[in-house]
């Protein structure tokens, strides 16, 4: 059986109209293929093509998690980088901090060389490093400064080095003392040791030293770091370079003397147990 075959047009307006179906769809064809204008075809495909592209184009809801994530992973980063850096940091062994700097002192006698010793105040060690310094043969007129201080480096108050050198002296005149220092003098018999105290009444001291003179050589014995040495007798005052000084003589011929004596415009207090000792710190307290 064949197939009907479609009705021609009967009409010549009905053929017009077929024709001009034929030639539109031909058309279309043509300008689909040129892609010169749109048609109907052309914005069919067209249409077919949006949902493609939306698919692959991502949404502004996507871009922002996107942005988030990235952002987060960024600060996860830099977070764990801290942390490792602190980890690395702790288990590096720190240096310990510096000392903390000696305060200024008010004693304004300086020795040609200086030596600190760290030491624990309640044992004998700081007499014994002082006597040993005195043993030292050294340059006749040459002063070392002989400073103590604590494990904490903190100097010493002077309450604290009287003890140490195994001296005594009564409590109102110990406060009235700001800080001490220790000297060796050497000289053509040895070491000496010099005591130089800042004092804050320098009136009120010497008149307590006046009162304490006859207990001074029993208080002051441990200035000439030997224990065999007998101190006594009777102090008498003398002057060198306009300051006066008082002496007790040990024994004249070794210039082993007891002598304490004032700087008032300075308000520097000597002890010294020997008498050039005494003369060079004047000398170069006055310099």
Known sequence: MENP????PETKEETSN?????????????????????SLISLLARGAQRPLEQENKPSSLKRWLSTL?????????IGLGIYAYILIRRSIPQPPPPPPPLPESRIPLKGD???????????????????????KREETGRITEILFASQEKNVFPPDVLIKILGATLPTDIVEEISEIKFYIHYSFFGGK??????LKD?????????????????????????DTVEVKGTFISQSYHNIDFKKL?????????LIYGLIPFKNILIFSSTERGFEKSVERLLQ
């Open 249 to 257: 003589a040990i024994n004249q011929e070794r210039d082993s003397n």
């Open 18 to 38: 077929f024709h001009s179906s034929i030639k539109t769809l031909q058309k279309d064809v043509e300008d689909f293929v040129k892609g010169e204008r749109p």
């Open 202 to 226: 320098t009136r009120k001291t010497l008149l307590r030293l006046e009162q304490e003179e006859k207990n001074l050589p029993n208080m002051l014995k441990p200035i000439f770091l030997d």
């Open 193 to 198: 040791l010099l005591v130089v105290a800042a």
């Open 69 to 77: 994530a990235v952002i987060f992973s960024g600060m996860t980063l």
């Open 113 to 135: 060389n200086s030596i600190t010793f760290t030491i624990d105040s309640n044992t004998p060690e700081g007499k014994n490093i002082l006597r040993e310094e005195a043993q």
């Open 5 to 8: 075959k479609p009705p021609l």
